[in-house]
């Protein structure tokens, strides 16, 4: 049965809200959510760092906001000719509830003849320590990263989540070049843990991939073929990792029981295609890039997918499609969508001659004679797409954009 116009409509909404992690961590984990500013990148931009204690406060009124009494117990860094010491007080223009000796943080940016200080961040001794050891933002990424792994489930959540955040800013290639630190046993643990943030497992999977051996591929597996019809957080890591543990021999489980397989729930599906674009990145050889273009072009038969697979066959200059997406294209229950996303295929496949000019673009003076046949087919394509619909290649022509 094929999905009506709402029921598409619908999933793509859904594809939206499920890209967003991974557009906001382009330069990040690609499996974590969007990457927010660390506690160590917050004392890096910071000119006053101190650790104080909480000793009075004076509630809101409404004339008034109020006043919080705080006492310098450590300074951690200050501007050149600072005036800061231990015991010395510092007070702000509004209320923070507390108690007597509770500990917090305040973060100073400097301003004309004062300091403007940000809310008091509540600290326990351990995280304090954390805090103040962190290597700072300008050492070498992989080195900083050695500290953190450290600290991804310690029983603080405040240092936890700070860990976590570290990852989720790294890159990939600075992650996996710490392999050989990342903890393996542990991983497995918090593959399997309920107590484990489901976030988290996105990053988790794809560690044990890098560092894990043959016998974690079952778990990993296992994790995968669980029969579920929820949404799973992390599961695209997992599948990930898996890959880069077992190559083709795994991309075929994932195409059998994710991508072929009609009754798998969509969100697994989708995780499934994230898994594939990992590896066309940063799969780094470990499965051929044509055995990932036959896998991505397993989802053209997915309505809910379409426009997303042909933007993704486009970039992986996969130009044996050009017949089939023509054929989708009369296929009435398409939408406008995957309608302007073949007609971008098509664009880019004639811009793909194989020269480029002094710029790095494309040659458009290559003579018609020597243009590989995707060029020719695709420029045919085009032609005849005009001819049949011409508005939607317009609209499609206004946006597109090519590197």
């Known amino acids: 049965m094929r999905p009506s116009r ?35 990148e917050q004392v ?16 809101p009124k409404l004339s008034a906001p109020g006043a919080t009494e705080f006492e310098v117990a450590e300074v951690v860094q200050q501007p050149s000719g600072g005036k800061l010491v231990k015991g010395s007080k510092i007070s702000l223009e509004r209320y923070r509830a507390g108690k007597r000796g509770e500990q917090f943080m305040l973060f100073g940016t400097k301003v004309p003849d004062s300091m403007e200080w940000s809310s008091p961040l509540e600290v326990s001794k351990s995280a304090y320590d954390y805090i103040r050891n962190s290597p700072k933002p300008d050492l070498p990424a992989a080195d900083r990263l050695k500290y953190f792994v450290k600290y991804l489930e310690t029983s603080d959540k405040f240092i936890s989540d700070d860990a976590f955040g ?9 992650v996996a070049m710490i392999a050989a630190e990342l903890p393996r046993d542990q991983l497995r643990k918090w593959l399997t843990s309920k107590d484990v943030t489901p976030g988290r497992t996105g990053l ?33 890591g997992i599948m990930g990792g898996y890959l880069l543990l077992t190559g083709e021999n795994g991309l075929g ?25 990992f590896m066309w990145t ?34 992986m200059k996969d130009w044996s499609v050009q ?14 969508s995957v309608k302007r996303a073949i007609v971008r295929y098509m664009l880019t496949s004639t811009r793909d001659t194989g020269e480029k ?38 609209e499609a022509k206004r946006f597109f954009l090519l590197k």
């Not at 619908?10 to 594809?15: A, H, K, M």
């Not at 906001?24 to 927010?36: E, M, R």
């Not at 017949?323 to 406008?336: G, R, S």
Request: aromatic letters at 6%.
């Open 6 to 40: 709402f029921s598409i409509a619908i999933s793509g909404l859904v594809i939206a809200a499920m890209l967003l992690p991974v557009i906001n961590s382009a330069n990040g984990c690609p499996f974590c959510s969007a990457p927010s500013l660390t506690l160590s």
């Open 282 to 315: 940063y799969g780094d050889g470990k499965i051929s890039l044509n055995r990932l273009r036959e896998s991505m072009r397993l989802l053209l038969d997915r309505p809910e997918l379409a426009d997303l697979v042909i933007a993704d066959l486009s970039r």
């Open 357 to 394: 000019k002094t710029d790095g673009s494309p040659s458009e003076t290559t003579p018609a004679a020597e243009l590989p046949a995707h060029v020719i087919k695709g420029q045919k394509c085009l032609e005849e797409l005009e001819r049949k619909d011409p508005k939607t290649v317009t």
């Open 44 to 59: 890096a931009q910071a000119d006053a760092v101190v650790l104080v204690n909480w000793v009075s406060g004076q509630q």
């Open 204 to 236: 988790y999977g794809m560690m044990l991939g890098l560092c894990g051996k043959p016998e974690d591929a079952k778990l990993m597996e296992d994790k995968i073929l669980e029969k579920t019809d929820e949404f799973r957080l992390g599961i695209d």
């Open 323 to 336: 017949d089939k997406l023509m054929e989708l294209y009369d296929d009435e229950a398409n939408i406008p």
């Open 253 to 277: 489980l994932i195409e059998d029981q994710k991508l072929k397989n009609k009754s798998a729930p969509f969100s697994e599906t989708y995780a499934a295609m994230q898994a594939v674009r």
């Open 166 to 174: 570290e990852f989720a800013n790294a890159k990939y290639s600075d």
